[in-house]
């Protein structure tokens, strides 16, 4: 497994990183989690040299880091953990953001809710420290804290060893630097794949600028380019899947471009002798800008068979070849 540098915060990660939103389960991932499996997956990824584990606490209302707490135990030092900050749930401060499974969730980046915050990812967790702590939005009105504010109490925490670098998630371009000017992160989450390529135009540039490490989310669009989502599959309505302003790709006209698509990829996996999941995080990895891929795996399967991307180096005519057929593509028809 490659690994390249989280920023400039001195830590190495791998460049597959696994992402642990579906092992919080829940209504927005449809079929039930199962906690033993998901044990098994962050172990195995942890066998296969994927040492970068992204949760967050809004997954499954802490579940999620919970049960990475748990798979983590005896081997907290194979492990880059990421965790985040943000998304508050115990009270009404902050500005509402969304309701799930009934609860209504808010987003505060307060120096108090984070106060709180941190001591409960900790706790849930069970660790001393989080190697990376990022904010999971971006605060927004009408309760706005300014940036400068979120990162004094940031780099407090950094000061005192409860984290080792700090990370944004979702940010603007003018976000970004704004975090740079209060003092520096070590790294930026968001959104890109390979049919998802806004982040090439601003924000991947300007990370590479910055020397700040990209954690890619989403690549696999939740499963679509793995293939394996058929026509035949129907999405229960709760299912981040089922909603069309994050997922349009999964409409059935969009998807059946998508398939038709991976499957003239089939001299290309037939070539480097890998799966369409590989190949597609592979070509992730390989973009300018891009220094780490988080694929979200439920099971120590889908684990396995994303680890081994991390090995996999796609030739520079394969890449375009590949960046052309999607920019043939085109845009998703919109409902
Ligand atoms: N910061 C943010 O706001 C934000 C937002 C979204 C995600 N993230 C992070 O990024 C991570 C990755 O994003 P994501 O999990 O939403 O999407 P993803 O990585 O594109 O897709 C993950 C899903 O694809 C399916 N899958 C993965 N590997 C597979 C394989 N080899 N074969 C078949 N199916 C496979 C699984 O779904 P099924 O088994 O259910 O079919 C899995 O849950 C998250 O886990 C989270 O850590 C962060």
């Not at 190697?131 to 979120?150: C, G, K, N, R």
């Not at 380019?225 to 709760?238: C, E």
């Amino acid at each position: 497994m490659k690994q390249r540098p989280l920023g400039n915060s001195g830590l190495s990660a791998s460049i597959v990183g696994l992402g642990a939103w579906v092992l919080g389960g829940g209504p927005v991932w449809g079929q039930e989690t199962d906690d033993a499996e998901s044990i098994r997956a962050i172990q195995g990824a942890l066998d296969l040299g994927i040492n970068l584990i992204d949760t967050a606490p809004a997954y499954g209302w802490g579940r999620s880091e919970r049960v990475v707490g748990q798979a983590i135990k005896g081997r907290r030092h194979q492990a880059v953990l990421a965790t985040k900050c943000g998304l508050w749930w115990e009270d009404e401060r902050g500005s509402f953001f969304t309701e799930l499974a009934g609860k209504k969730m808010y987003r505060s980046l307060r120096p108090d809710t984070l106060q709180l915050e941190i001591e409960n990812s900790l706790r849930r967790l069970e660790v001393d420290h989080i190697d990376l702590y990022q904010t999971h939005w971006p605060s927004v009105p009408p309760e706005q804290t300014p940036i400068a504010d979120t990162m004094e109490v940031l780099l407090k925490l950094k000061q005192q060893g409860k984290i080792r670098a700090i990370g944004v998630c979702n940010v603007a371009p003018e976000e970004l630097e704004e975090h740079v000017r209060c003092g520096g992160i070590a790294s930026d989450q968001f959104r890109y794949s390979m049919l998802h390529r806004e982040a090439e135009q601003e924000i991947l540039p300007r990370c590479e600028r910055h020397q700040i490490a990209t954690l890619t989310y989403m690549s696999l669009e939740q499963g679509l380019l793995t293939g394996k989502i058929g026509m035949d599959r129907v999405f229960a309505s709760t299912e981040f899947r089922a909603n069309a302003h994050w997922n349009d790709w999964f409409i059935p006209a969009n998807r059946q471009r998508v398939l038709e698509l991976l499957a003239s990829w089939k001299p290309l996996t037939d070539q480097y002798a890998c799966t369409l999941a590989q190949l597609v995080i592979a070509w992730t990895a390989a973009q300018p800008g891009v220094t780490h891929v988080l694929a979200g795996g439920r099971n120590l399967a889908q684990v396995t068979e994303n680890a081994r991307a991390g090995e996999l180096t796609l030739a520079a005519e394969d890449l375009a070849r590949i960046r052309r057929d999607v920019i043939a593509l085109g845009e998703p028809t919109k409902v």
